[in-house]
Nanobody, 124 residues
Framework: QVRLVESGGGSVQAGGSLRLSCTVS????????MGWFRQAPGEEREGVAS????????DYVDSVKGRFTISQDNTKKTLYLQMNSLKPEDTALYYC?????????????????WGQGTQVTVPS
């Protein structure tokens, strides 16, 4: 059974940095596409960044471009999100997602597998 586990969340002052990690287990083959999403209280879930394992292609939502960087380790089963210059509006529950047979890889991809989330809080 596929399992995704996120870590690295926490509370950080505005302007600070955090690095989120997500590890995939329960399957031999690395995902075709992985992504990070977030959901703030009372808001819809939003795609933040995606990473295509075969060629390293990345996609970001406009609000995080230049501040967040998505990457993957050599095993292609651990995904990272380096978040710099954090703002109060980045406060949310951050989820990792993965797909093996999704048609495309971008922040709007409909992923079948999800983690439980890790909380990121940036006090105003």
């Amino acid at each position: 059974q596929v399992r995704l586990v996120e870590s690295g969340g926490g509370s950080v002052q505005a302007g600070g940095s955090l690095r989120l990690s997500c590890t995939v287990s329960g399957i031999t083959y690395s995902p075709y596409c992985m992504g990070w999403f977030r959901q703030a209280p009372g808001e819809e879930r939003e795609g933040v960044a995606s990473f295509k394992s075969s060629n390293g292609a990345r996609d970001y939502v406009d609000s995080v471009k230049g501040r967040f960087t998505i990457s993957q380790d050599n095993t292609k089963k651990t995904l990272y999100l380096q978040m710099n210059s954090l703002k109060p509006e980045d406060t949310a529950l951050y989820y990792c997602a993965a797909g093996w047979r999704v048609g495309s890889c971008y922040v709007g991809t409909d992923f079948p597998h999800w983690g439980q989330g890790t909380q990121v809080t940036v006090p105003s």
